[in-house]
């Protein structure tokens, strides 16, 4: 990209062509007579390279002129550059590792914790320059993975998820407070919590609602999620003489509370029945929580006149050299 400071300056380039109409007329009229008695001895002597490139010195002194007018308009050469500026999120997956979520009825052959992970994985990969943190919750809660911004990571943390991990029960109020924990040094302009589960609370020591209303206080938003078919879903179980059976067994998720959570805090409560409904849910969230990117578009520009004038002065040296040399003229 060029452009010019001072463009005003090319108008100047208009006298070229006046110079070299002036040039050839002059040259045209120039001249000079000698008699000889025999022009034969003339004609025989060829053209010295001097004559032949007589005209050279006009050219350089064009050239000379051409060149101080471009450095004198100032031109500059530009780069457009962008500057991206990116508002990342702080989000954490709170996810129930009870033994309830070994039912399979959001998928076929998958039990909901399977199914949970395989979601979750893709919500992952489609986030960019977000913090997400990973919680898992039984009858207790830890921290599987800090929040972090290498996707990888989390990634394995995520597939090294498994039932059994945590004694069994559902403490969804600690599960809470353990993210709001790691969300209260944020510095990030959103903070989400998304909370999945398939039970009631029914253990740990701080009620969920209560754990809300510090999640409130720190500003962290939570999603929560109730995965569960509508009335029974089919549990697996080991039989030590049958092998494996399904029985069915009742969905007791706690809608109640769960959008009371996501109002306190100004999420969202969502029912996922089946895989699709849940992958509908991550994609809803994650198009409510997007990522504020601002590119700032400029150009960077560098000074050329500087080259012109060089070269200009070297032309014009040129010029000097030659016309006191090689093409200098006896008077």
């Known amino acids: ?3 010019f400071v001072n463009p005003e300056f090319l108008i100047l ?25 025999n022009l034969g001895v003339i004609k025989n002597i060829s053209r010295t390279p001097s004559k032949r490139y007589r005209h050279i010195l006009f050219i350089f002194r064009l050239i000379v002129i ?25 989000i954490i997956l709170a996810m129930d590792i009870s033994g309830s979520m070994q039912a399979e009825d959001l998928a076929r052959h998958k039990n909901r914790l399977d199914v949970t992970k395989e979601v979750a994985t893709q919500f992952i990969k489609n986030r960019t320059n977000d913090r997400i943190g990973m919680v898992v919750f039984a009858a207790k809660s830890f921290t599987q993975c800090p929040l972090t911004l290498d996707y990888g990571i989390v990634l394995n943390f995520l597939k090294s998820i498994h039932i059994g991990m945590i004694e069994d029960g559902t403490a969804i109020g600690m599960a809470i407070a353990n993210c709001a924990d790691r969300l209260r040094s944020s510095k990030a302009e959103s903070k989400v919590v998304i909370l999945l589960t398939d039970g009631q609370n029914n253990r740990g020591e701080l009620d969920p609602l209560t754990a809300a209303q510090i999640a409130k206080a720190m500003k962290v938003r939570i999603y929560t999620i109730g995965a569960g078919k509508r009335g029974e879903a089919l549990f697996p179980i080991e039989d030590p003489f049958l092998g494996k059976r399904y029985i069915p067994m009742k969905v007791d998720i706690d809608e109640e ?8 805090t100004g999420g969202k409560y969502y029912r996922a029945t089946d895989k699709t409904s849940l992958e509908r849910i991550y994609h809803e969230i994650g ?26 002065f070297g032309v014009l040296i040129l010029e000097i050299v030659l016309a006191n040399t090689r093409f200098r003229k006896i008077p």
């Open 1 to 3: 990209m060029l452009r």
């Open 66 to 90: 051409i060149l101080l007018i471009i450095g004198f308009a100032r031109p500059q050469s530009g780069t457009k550059e962008e500057e991206i500026i990116t508002e990342g999120i702080d």
């Open 13 to 37: 380039l208009l006298i070229i062509p006046y110079m070299i109409f002036w040039y050839l007329r002059s040259h045209v009229k120039a001249g000079g007579t000698l008699r000889f008695s």
């Open 257 to 264: 509370v769960l959008t009371k959570i996501a109002d306190i």
């Open 287 to 312: 198009e409510l929580e997007k990522t504020k990117i601002e590119v700032k578009e400029f150009t960077r520009y560098k000074e050329l006149f500087v080259n012109f004038l060089a070269l200009a």
